[in-house]
């Protein structure tokens, strides 16, 4: 499964110069804003009953959960149906969906197909397809990618190849696990006996009332700078953050995951056999420093020449934004083995409160910016301010951490 998200990040990331050249900033802002809308709605959609369907153990009992996160998708989708109908005859209008156009009337497709591949996609976890898995991730990358190349060539840039090419994406992922699906799971599905769909409801009741809000507190997290840009600025904008995450940020978010699991399994070998972890913390803290630095200062002189020379002449403003927030991807790298430790000790919950108070300080930069109207640059200046200093503080907290010692029974 994890080979397959890896195989499925290096596809995107080697064709992001392609599709670069092939689409204009402007249409790729479009396109993320609309990706991020979707994955706003996702921890609503199903209200993370999915999850659910993992961690039960009898058959029955997980197919009604599947069923009730099925039901809570229709629901959700009539009232985003109803929500979009009342918009319409409203007065007041909302920048980022009038920047969408029509393609707002189409986001409920995208929720749709986005809370149908998330069910599915646990239910094959509960029944160990990996490998089922995996091809999906690699076979969405792939639709997406090639049906996005194609349209680019023959119809040059538009939203509708970037927007389809997300859809078709999500739908050959579908598609993959359904071929994988038990045969008798449809047989299964028409004898639930209804009065225990309500019961499991009740009793999985702490995934709508707590998992759904960590969920949605990550999402806005991860998804806060393309949200407000398209709130504050022009899609165009919103394209060119779009580019720079996607090649920054995501090889960042792979060697960060990479190490992180290598370190996960390392350090909690060493704290379960009673020693504290922070000379191994401190040691690989710094190996990642020592490897991430050229290429850091190559970002953070050379940032534009590289986007323009990669992309074209239509993405060297990206080129300056990475320059801006390189300060942040660098500490995103370091932050790996100190998130590590703060799993490995249950301090979690000490996490959560530094990602909650860091994204209520990122809110206000830009709630700032939009009453000041900074520039987008002096924007992205003060959120890759806060942002470093969040990473920079969980390592710190991590190594705070890392001098305790298991506590024996």
């Known amino acids: 499964m994890l080979s397959g998200v890896f195989v499925a990040r290096v596809v995107s990331f080697l064709a992001a110069p392609i599709i670069a050249r092939l689409f204009s900033p402007e249409d790729f802002g479009t396109a993320a804003t609309f990706a991020m809308l979707i994955f706003l709605a996702g921890p609503l959609s199903t209200m993370m009953y999915e999850n659910a369907m993992i961690l039960e153990s009898d058959d029955q009992k997980a197919i009604c959960i599947g069923l009730l996160a099925c039901t809570i998708l229709v629901g959700f989708l009539c009232f985003f149906t109803l929500m979009m109908i009342t918009y319409d005859i409203l007065f007041f209008k909302v920048r980022v969906l009038e920047d969408l156009g029509n393609w707002k009337y189409v986001l409920i497709w995208g929720v749709l197909l986005f809370g149908t591949a998330k069910i599915l996609h646990s239910w094959n976890v509960r029944t160990k397809q990996f490998k089922s898995i995996a091809g999906a991730d690699i076979g969405q990358t792939l639709s997406m990618v090639s049906f996005r190349i194609c349209a680019g060539i023959v119809h040059g840039s538009s939203v509708t190849g970037l927007v389809f090419g997300y859809l078709i994406g999500i739908a050959a992922k579908i598609i993959i696990i359904i071929k ?24 999985y009741k702490e995934f709508p009332l707590y998992m759904t809000p960590l969920r949605l507190v990550k999402v806005l997290s991860d998804n806060l700078p393309i949200m407000l840009l398209a709130f504050m600025y022009s899609p165009e904008i919103v394209g060119y953050f779009a580019i720079t995450n996607r ?39 710094f190996g990642l420093a020592v490897l991430g630095m050229p290429i850091f200062l190559l970002v953070v002189f050379f940032g534009k020449v590289i986007f323009t020379t990669l992309l074209g002449t239509n993405w060297e403003t990206a080129g300056h934004y990475v320059q801006i927030l390189s300060p942040w991807f660098f500490t995103l790298l370091l932050k790996a083995p100190a998130a590590s ?49 969040e990473e920079t503080f969980i390592i710190f907290t991590g190594l705070i951490f890392s001098k305790n010692k298991p506590v024996r029974p």
């Open 180 to 203: 994988n699906v038990n045969k008798t799971l449809l047989h299964s599905v028409m004898n639930i006996e209804k009065k225990n769909y309500f019961h499991i409801a009740k009793e």
């Open 247 to 285: 090649l920054v940020r995501v090889p960042a978010d792979i060697a960060q995951k990479s190490v992180g699991q290598t370190y996960f399994q390392k350090a909690s070998e060493i704290f379960n056999s009673g020693k504290a972890i922070k000379s191994s913390l401190i040691k690989t803290t």
């Open 341 to 389: 430790v703060m799993t490995i000790v249950r301090k979690q919950n000490v996490l959560f409160f530094v990602n909650l108070i860091f994204l209520t300080l990122k809110s206000f930069v830009f709630a700032a910016a939009y009453l000041f109207d900074f520039t987008a640059e002096d924007t992205l200046l003060w959120y890759m301010f806060f942002s470093a200093f």
